[in-house]
């Protein structure tokens, strides 16, 4: 697929987040009610509402798509595909529920790399747009195209040159004198106060931030910090739209057993642990 396709595809994939993230704050302006799924993890209103407004708006692409919040598809199905839509309706439930602002919608573009001749994934993303609706902020990128971030006020159906005109390429941070690592406010675990302990050894002084949902690995494709380690489960659509992005800021998303990327529609959707460097 060139890259003015994947480009086009992005736009709508803008729109779609756009949509879902008015949906989002429609709810989050009042009383959140929340329930429990299987997995005990928090479902709410806002993400049954912006999964909806999401396949609404991508539907005319005629690319499936997986969803957190959709029914859950035969492996068999689902890795037959040679693209397909990556989906977070609302990825960090809990922020959005403690009502931190730290909370986005994940759309990532999928494309299968590899048959599928056994558990491992056979896509990577070559699309993706994250975007933190209470902070109006939108983060998007694709193959070949870079990675773009926006800030607010932020319209849906604006054509893609102007949007990138008012955007910042990643990486743009200032360069920082202390290694800075982002972890997680929602899943700390030892083996991420290991990882610490080890770079406080390798760099001296180590800045530590947090932040919740998959802005964590937007911080890192920014350029605000150097390294996240994710030591805590995860699933493939907390990750991919992000990953997408850090790949277009020349960063990637690594399993530390095995210093290989991670791949995508396994078997099992649950990610290895993985390193955003």
């Known amino acids: ?21 008015r ?36 539907e005319g692409t005629g690319l499936p798509l997986l969803s957190e919040e959709g029914r859950e598809l035969p492996a068999a199905e689902r890795r037959d595909w040679p693209r397909y839509w990556l989906v977070d309706p609302l990825d960090g439930t809990k ?9 986005t919608v994940n759309i990532a573009l999928m494309e299968r790399v590899t048959e599928p001749t056994g558990p491992e994934g056979v896509a990577v993303p070559v699309g993706g747009v994250l975007l933190a609706p209470a902070r109006d902020l939108l983060y998007y990128g694709w193959r070949g195209g870079g990675a773009w ?6 319209a849906a ?6 949007r990138q005109a008012a955007s910042r390429r990643l990486p743009d941070a200032p360069p920082r004198a202390v290694w800075t690592i982002v972890a997680s406010r929602s899943h700390p675990s ?6 610490i302990q080890a ?22 494709a920014e350029g605000a910090a150097d390294v996240y380690p994710r030591f805590a489960p995860t699933m493939e659509w907390d990750t991919a739209a992000g990953h997408a992005l850090a790949l277009e800021a020349g960063r990637d998303l690594v399993d530390p057993h095995t210093g ?18």
């Open 260 to 277: 290989g990327p991670l791949r995508y529609n396994k078997l099992d959707l649950v990610n290895p642990w993985f390193v955003v460097r």
């Open 157 to 162: 159906g604006d054509p893609l040159a102007g």
């Open 149 to 154: 971030r926006q800030e607010g006020p932020l």
């Open 95 to 103: 922020e959005f529920v403690r009502r931190n602002g730290e909370f």
């Open 199 to 220: 770079a406080e050894r390798e760099h001296g002084e180590v800045a530590l931030t947090s932040m919740g949902s998959a802005l964590k690995i937007c911080l890192v």
């Open 23 to 58: 949906e989002i704050l429609d709810v989050y302006a009042g009383p959140i009610a929340v329930e429990r799924k299987d997995d005990h993890s928090p479902l709410t209103e806002a993400d049954r509402r912006a999964h909806r407004a999401i396949v609404a708006a991508l």
């Open 1 to 21: 697929m060139t890259s003015a396709a994947l480009a086009e595809l992005v736009t709508t994939a803008i729109d779609a987040a756009l949509a879902a993230g």
């Open 190 to 195: 030892p083996e991420t106060e290991a990882f």
